[in-house]
Nanobody, 120 residues
Framework: QVQLVESGGGLVQAGDSLRLSCVAS????????VGWFRQAPGQVREFVSS????????YYADSVKGRFTISRDNAKNTVYLQMNSLKPEDTAVYYC?????????????WGQGTQVTVSS
């Protein structure tokens, strides 16, 4: 299984931007679909975005569509989540997850999460 480490979270103001990174171990990273999920305090973990192994297919939750962009650099074993126009409701711990199959990403490997806090 692939090991994942997220980074890039922090405390920002509403309207600011952040870029999260998800770095994976292993030499077969391009075979993995990767997704970003988030969990706010007292809430269930929710899907944010996902990207196929070669980057040709991307998906977004309606709540982030038009503001967030997912991308990947397989040469660096890294998936990015560019988050623009951040809102207080984007505050959550953000996790990345990976699996060979896009629709079972949530059943694959998970990182430890990175905190994103957006103040109003």
């Amino acid at each position: 299984q692939v090991q994942l480490v997220e980074s890039g979270g922090g405390l920002v103001q509403a309207g600011d931007s952040l870029r999260l990174s998800c770095v994976a171990s292993g030499s077969t990273f391009s075979l993995y679909a990767v997704g970003w999920f988030r969990q706010a305090p007292g809430q269930v973990r929710e899907f944010v975005s996902s990207i196929s192994g070669n980057g040709s297919n991307t998906y977004y939750a309606d709540s982030v569509k038009g503001r967030f962009t997912i991308s990947r650099d397989n040469a660096k074993n890294t998936v990015y989540l560019q988050m623009n126009s951040l809102k207080p409701e984007d505050t959550a711990v953000y996790y990345c997850a990976a699996d060979f199959i896009m629709r079972t990403i949530h059943l694959g490997s998970w990182g430890q999460g990175t905190q994103v806090t957006v103040s109003s």
